[in-house]
């Protein structure tokens, strides 16, 4: 089948590529020149595991291809992916500006039937506006679907190529059956495909993201309750975890959640509530608790300089909002980073990865190193805010010997308590019993 991807961002890259590899011919639209014309030499213009040997063996497999030119993509498909941003605004609703403009010239520009498919995560009844704006623009049958994805970046490809579902949202028998088509080689190997109404299927993607987010949050609550009454939240989550009602997934404690989704959505069915006069309180509650866990770390910092952080050096490891991704989208080492500076400290950054992001918003702020222990070197301490697996496993020798302060302060509970205790640091971490040194 022919497809056209509309934005090549996270979800309409990923999209696009899989969709090629199962054996379809997609045209992925773009309205930077630079990025298509990077694209087109190979360039995948996002860090994401395992993306970039299937993005070349598609190209390579003339199933692949990228251009500006929305007509052109349009005219050879049957079906168009809607794959772009929908940022929040200052009041936490989403922004459908994009989606709709882009609806507006598939109206003006399509010649006959097409299922528009919005991939992009839209509040409930977008895809009726979505429909609204291409009828005022054409007589030509079309209809609208819903598609969400369920992406978890750092695992994109494994989660695109290995649904654990795939949901469509959809009142047309037609759009329904062209919808089967393009997931029939999942389906063919059990992998369920739910049809549902397009506001189900809109609602689902968001009650999915929050409910996510209201998981890692109330274990971030026990978590801190934990080092209230001496409990150990690897524990507590073990035993937790080992109930499959609950499952072991999101039950890691750490300084809360970022990334492009979660603060996202948890904002937007927010918004989408009061516009109903309904209140999510337990979304509300969700937030203020992530908001304060993000910078929780911060004062244990200064507790430890005895109140003051002015004229601290802090080696920084991670930058990026989680691991196996460059995106840091609200993450939580901008808001520390911010916080630190503000009291005074400076920060000498290592995560090669998101380096590059994150130059783009701090420039010459922050001091970048080249190395995990570059970055440690006459640090007065050590803050881990990304999960990378090069930091799992240190060399605490090496570490001990750059620090000034045999001290480390962990966003992410990398080490066993006894690790960093046999090697005589000082080991803050979330929910577990301090190390003294």
């Not at 369920?150 to 579902?165: I, Q, T």
Request: with cysteine; charged share 25%.
């Amino acid at each position: 089948m022919n497809i056209t991807i509309v934005g090549t961002g996270y979800v309409g890259l990923v999209t696009g590529t899989t969709l090629a590899e199962l054996g379809n011919s997609v045209y992925c639209v773009d309205i930077d020149q630079k990025k298509v014309e990077g694209m087109k030499q190979g360039i995948v213009p996002i860090y994401e595991p395992n993306l970039e040997e299937m993005f070349l063996r598609n190209i390579q497999s003339e199933r692949l291809f990228f251009t500006t030119n929305l007509k052109e993509a349009l005219d050879k498909s049957e079906v168009i992916y809607l794959a772009l941003p929908t940022p929040p605004g200052e009041d936490g609703s989403a922004d459908l500006s994009y989606v709709l403009k882009v609806a507006n010239d598939i109206g003006e520009m399509m010649t006959d039937y097409k299922v528009v498919v919005n991939k992009s995560t839209v509040p409930v009844g977008t895809a009726d506006k979505v429909s609204e704006v291409i009828a005022s623009k054409t007589q030509i049958p079309f209809d609208v679907v819903s598609n969400p994805e369920f992406l978890r970046e750092g695992f994109a490809v494994e989660d695109s190529m290995n649904p654990a579902r795939v949901v469509v949202g959809s009142s047309s028998d037609r759009a329904k059956d062209i919808m089967a088509q393009i997931y029939q080689p999942f389906t063919n190997t059990g992998i369920p495909i739910i049809f549902m109404d397009e506001k189900s299927s809109e609602l689902t993607k968001y009650a999915s993201n929050s409910f996510l987010a209201v998981k890692i949050t109330f274990m971030n609550e026990i978590a801190n309750y934990c080092e209230k009454v001496g409990a150990d939240v690897d524990k507590v989550r073990l035993g937790m975890g080992s109930d499959d009602r609950i499952g072991h997934r999101f039950l890691f404690p750490g300084i809360g959640y970022g990334g492009s989704c979660f603060p996202k959505d948890v904002k937007a069915l927010i918004k989408s509530g009061k516009d109903e006069n309904f209140n999510f309180q337990i979304l509300e509650a969700t937030e203020n608790v992530n908001s304060s866990q993000k910078v929780i770390l911060v004062s244990e910092i200064e507790k430890y300089f005895g109140g003051s952080l002015e004229g601290k050096t802090i080696a920084f490891w991670g930058l990026a909002f989680k691991a196996n991704t460059d995106d840091i989208r609200e993450a939580s080492s901008l808001d520390n980073i911010e916080l630190l500076l503000q009291k005074g400290a400076k920060v000498v950054a290592y995560d090669l990865i998101a380096e590059a992001n994150v130059r783009k918003i701090l420039g010459d702020k922050i001091t970048y190193a080249k190395t995990m222990y570059d970055a440690a070197e006459n640090a007065d301490a050590l803050f881990i805010a990304t999960e990378w697996s090069e930091f799992k496993n240190p060399n605490f020798k090496i570490l001990g010997e750059k620090l000034k302060n045999k001290a480390i302060f962990d966003g992410r509970n990398m080490f066993p308590l006894e690790i960093p205790e046999q090697n005589g640091f000082f080991y803050k971490s979330i929910g577990r019993k301090t190390v003294l040194q």
